[in-house]
């Protein structure tokens, strides 16, 4: 009975997901991801709790300072300026106290602890406040005409191009490329450990004389698309749950969701879902025209997805660019760029519909050209083909079916 070319490629693409997706290996990761951070939480716990103690610190003189200044909640002066120097060292070294403090002069004062710590900013902070009284008082200047001199200008921010995105639509779209990145990451290295291995184990020919290259290579780009997609959707899920439990702690994550744009959420998971597609194919391509991965430099083609994510940080210098423009539509960019651009600036509603379907296109488009390169690269055996024959193929394909 004659199969057709969809229901070939629909089990191709099964094969292909089932050969390196394991429900195991997802329960096991868990597993492991709970149980270290069980650990993580507890440990971390337990040594927050120590770090969270108000730090003592033990004033030995108080300069032009009043005693009385020297009071605040995040650390716990005492007064030891009737101590000599050698015991209160004794009391650093002992652990009774965190520091001396010795104040000189309202420009100039010391602090003595074992190792840097975090309060002494605050310590530092504290100071400044003291000092700022202390001048105000020689002066006999009001506090609150200071206070009026140092306030800020409360500068409001006003957009032609309409309001900006909110912080939630902001780490959706972030979300949304690093989970294709590592989607896209994760396909390459199925591809790259499939293609090259039935390559090398010489059974190419025995596939090809039951199905075509095309159809052979869409199962792999469809079936290692589904298994980055998977993964992704596991660890998405994990996150979620961590929404799930911060909202059960009492965090505000109702009011943080409901700000998110439904139109964006769309939008995003389109480009990352047709992106992913896009790039996998590219990368299937590429992993054919590999002889061998330990000497091939074809492996650095990897790393392309990265170079858009990298122009979209400067949409944060001027989203409303031509060149911003341009890149949020051209589709090897507009992925990264596009989410970018939505979320700091206002876009025309045609932009995402033609990045869309611009990006629909070139992934369509390069599953071709990836077909083409699999039905030669794949009989090509004991050297690697160069650049030029690598655009011919993807140009005007081969005919190629023996090896080299």
């Known amino acids: 009975m004659k199969h057709s070319i969809w229901e070939i490629t629909k089990n191709v693409t099964v094969w292909e997901f089932n050969r390196f997706f394991k429900w195991m290996d997802l329960v096991k990761g868990f597993a492991f991801f709970a149980f270290f951070g069980l650990i993580g939480g507890v440990v971390g716990s337990w040594a927050g709790s120590q770090a969270a103690e108000t730090p003592v610190v033990a004033v030995s003189a ?16 005492e007064d030891r300026s009737a101590l000599p120097a050698d015991s209160l060292n004794s009391l650093l070294m002992g652990g009774e106290i965190d520091g001396i403090l ?28 003291l000092r700022s009284g202390y001048k105000l008082e020689q002066l006999g200047l009001d506090a609150a005409i200071y206070t009026d001199l140092t306030a800020e200008v409360d500068l409001s921010r006003e957009f032609d191009s309409g309001e900006v995105a909110s912080l939630a639509d902001k780490f959706l779209a972030g979300g949304a490329i690093a989970l294709l990145l590592m989607a896209v990451f994760m396909g390459f290295a199925y591809q790259f450990t499939a293609i090259t291995a039935e390559k090398q184990q010489r059974i190419t020919e025995q596939v090809l004389s039951a199905i075509s290259p095309q159809t ?24 979620v749950f961590g929404i799930i439990a911060l909202a059960w702690f009492g965090a505000p994550v109702h009011q943080t969701l409901a700000l998110i744009n439904p139109l964006f959420l769309v939008t995003f998971v389109l480009m990352a879902l047709i992106g992913t597609l896009m790039w996998n194919a590219f990368l299937a391509g590429v992993a054919a025209t590999i002889d061998d991965p330990n000497t091939s430099t074809k492996s650095g083609f990897m790393f392309l997805p990265m170079f858009p994510v990298m122009l979209a940080f400067l949409a944060l210098v001027n989203p409303d660019t031509v060149a911003m423009q341009l890149l949020s539509i051209f589709p090897l960019t507009s992925y990264a760029v596009l989410p970018a651009r939505m979320v700091l600036t206002s876009v025309s509603w045609w932009e ?5 379907a611009l990006l629909a296109v070139t992934a369509w488009l390069l599953r071709v050209a990836a077909g083409r390169i699999f039905a030669a690269g794949m009989m090509m055996y004991g050297k690697e083909p160069d650049y030029r024959q690598m655009l011919h193929w993807m140009l005007k394909g081969s005919n190629q079916t023996q090896t080299d």
């Open 102 to 129: 010795t104040v000189i002069s309202d420009r100039e004062a010391t602090i003595r602890t074992n190792s840097d710590r975090a309060w002494i900013m605050q310590l530092q902070t504290h100071l400044n406040e």
């Open 352 to 356: 995402p519909v033609l990045a869309i």
């Open 216 to 239: 052979w290579i869409d199962g792999k780009i469809l079936g290692i698309t589904g298994v980055g997609l998977a993964y992704v959707a596991f660890y998405g899920a994990i996150g």
């Open 62 to 77: 108080y300069g032009p300072f009043n005693q009385e200044g020297f009071e605040i909640t995040a650390i716990r002066f």
